[in-house]
């Protein structure tokens, strides 16, 4: 599948977010969830995240897409190709994660916007953006993302802390959900959501007996390189691999890439506790 047609950039600028289904076909997501769900060193390195309501997510974080399967998704063309048409630039890998929102217990995420902790890594501009490709269905029941439509155009909002998350300022938040609708994000595996960093957004728990594990990598644009360092990169030269590399690398786990993977599981700073997706 080609990168993101001019319509679905309008519609991104537009609502903050945009849907492209099928993105990715059903080989090349089942081998990424064997990968994730056989991978010891991700399940070593997953930290949970307490919600502030008695719930927990599982998530594996970290800073260098690597060699494997997970580099492999986060460098094709037809993810970098799109991110590089929204954000109107070359960019560079900051970060991926895989969430693991297990059944029954996976906890809910609070309404937040990326840039909302970002901007404290000395981003000084929101020319940032993600993208969350579904392993798992996403369902209401299972949790799947929701969005306020157009929260982009706000700005960046105060965020504080809620257990060990940090969501964005509550009062704010509610009157914006009277003027702006909720959008529930609906997935199958293989869809692939782009939304801005300054989208708010949140997931409620996984009540169901299916589990919700998702992709979500994310960008900068170089030109928003940080000013000073922090535990995410600056700017880095992505090296871009075709579409067939994800086939082509086939099942390469964490534990089987020997390329500088730079994990972010063990730092249990205030600013790390905030990440999530």
Not at 7 to 27: L, T
Request: hydrophobic share 30%; net charge negative; with cysteine.
């Amino acid at each position: 599948m080609p990168a993101l047609t001019e319509d679905q950039r309008v519609d991104y600028h537009s609502d903050g977010c945009v849907m492209v289904r099928g993105m990715f076909d059903a080989e090349e997501i089942d081998l990424l969830g064997r990968s994730a769900r056989e991978d010891r060193e991700l399940d070593r390195r997953s930290q949970g995240r307490e919600d502030g309501e008695g719930g927990s997510v599982r998530l594996s974080l970290w800073n260098h897409p690597g060699n494997g399967i997970y580099g492999m998704f986060a460098r094709c063309e037809r993810i970098v190709d799109s991110m590089e048409g929204l954000l109107e630039g070359e960019v560079y890998h900051y970060h991926s994660k895989m969430i693991l929102k297990d059944p029954e217990v996976g906890g809910a995420w609070a309404w937040h916007q990326d840039y909302g902790y970002w901007y404290q890594n000395s981003c000084l501009f929101p020319l940032m953006s993600s993208v969350m490709i579904a392993v798992d269905r996403a369902t209401r029941e299972n949790g799947c993302l929701q969005a306020l439509k157009g929260s982009h155009l706000m700005g960046r909002v105060d965020h504080q802390l809620t257990g060990e998350q940090a969501g964005a300022n509550p009062d704010r938040v509610a009157e914006a959900g009277k003027v702006l609708d909720t959008v529930y994000c609906e997935m199958e595996p293989g869809d692939a959501l782009f939304f801005h960093c300054n989208l708010l957004h949140r997931s409620d728990r996984n009540a169901s007996q299916n589990p919700r594990w998702s992709l979500i990598c994310c960008y900068n644009a170089a030109r928003n390189n940080p000013y000073t360092e922090s535990h995410h990169p600056r700017y880095t030269r992505l090296q871009k691999v075709p579409d067939s590399a994800i086939k082509e690398v086939g099942i390469k786990r964490f534990e089987d890439d020997d390329s500088d993977v730079a994990w972010m599981g063990e730092d249990r700073s205030a600013r790390s506790l905030s990440e999530r997706g």
